[in-house]
């Protein structure tokens, strides 16, 4: 074989070596691409579950049996019904704004039948404002916050659809929320979502 021939059989050698390795190179490239989104995709799984973990821990679980999800049935606490905020993790309640500006303070009312175990007024109060507190019985009890004034006092016995109060923007209340009702329900101590509970007009 010629020195001509050689070369070039070694330079195409070469030259396929380099194309391998440039090839390797890539694919491994690509392959790191892969994991990063795979690891990114492995996290954001992790810390979903991490929250909604958290959240089962310090709240308790919705009732799953059809007989015991219908035995607690409530009304709406207003009668204009207008949601500012959801039921989500950081904020466990259900905020109703005030839809007629007109009205200066729409009506709150008992969202079942109970009795009042915690009236709180001229406080901030944790940032709840004036509030009121009501055990429905069956580990059921219902807060209203951010109240103007309050109509009802400890050892009263109240009944669905009664005025207990009416909205206001006591304690923490931001810009455009104004006036309103921050609407908590709890079970056993730990607060769930309202809007699972309540019938539909």
Not at 146 to 162: I, K, L, M, P, Y
Request: aromatic fraction near 12%.
């Amino acid at each position: 074989m010629s020195n001509f021939a050689f070369g070039l059989s070694m330079g195409g050698i070469k030259k396929s070596w380099n194309v391998i390795v440039w090839g390797f190179i890539a694919f491994n490239s690509y392959l790191m691409h892969i994991n990063k989104i795979l690891i990114l995709s492995l996290c954001a799984f992790l810390l979903l579950n991490a929250c909604g973990e958290t959240e089962v821990q310090n709240l308790d679980s919705l009732p799953t049996d059809a007989e015991d999800a219908s035995a607690f049935k409530t009304a709406y606490p207003v009668e204009s019904i207008f949601i500012s905020q959801g039921f989500m993790a950081g904020h466990y309640a259900i905020d109703f704004a005030r839809e007629d500006e007109s009205i200066a303070n729409p009506d709150i009312l008992a969202v079942y039948g109970g009795t009042v175990i915690d009236v709180k007024t001229g406080d901030w109060n944790g940032g709840y404002g004036n509030s009121i507190m009501i055990d429905h019985g069956n580990g059921f009890k219902s807060l209203y916050a951010h109240c103007n004034e309050t109509f009802v006092n400890v050892g009263d016995s109240v009944t669905a659809g009664q005025v207990i109060a009416n909205m206001g923007n006591t304690g923490r209340v931001y810009g455009k929320t104004g006036i309103q009702l921050h609407f908590e329900l709890w079970k056993n101590n730990g607060k769930v979502n309202p809007m699972d509970y309540f019938v539909e007009e």
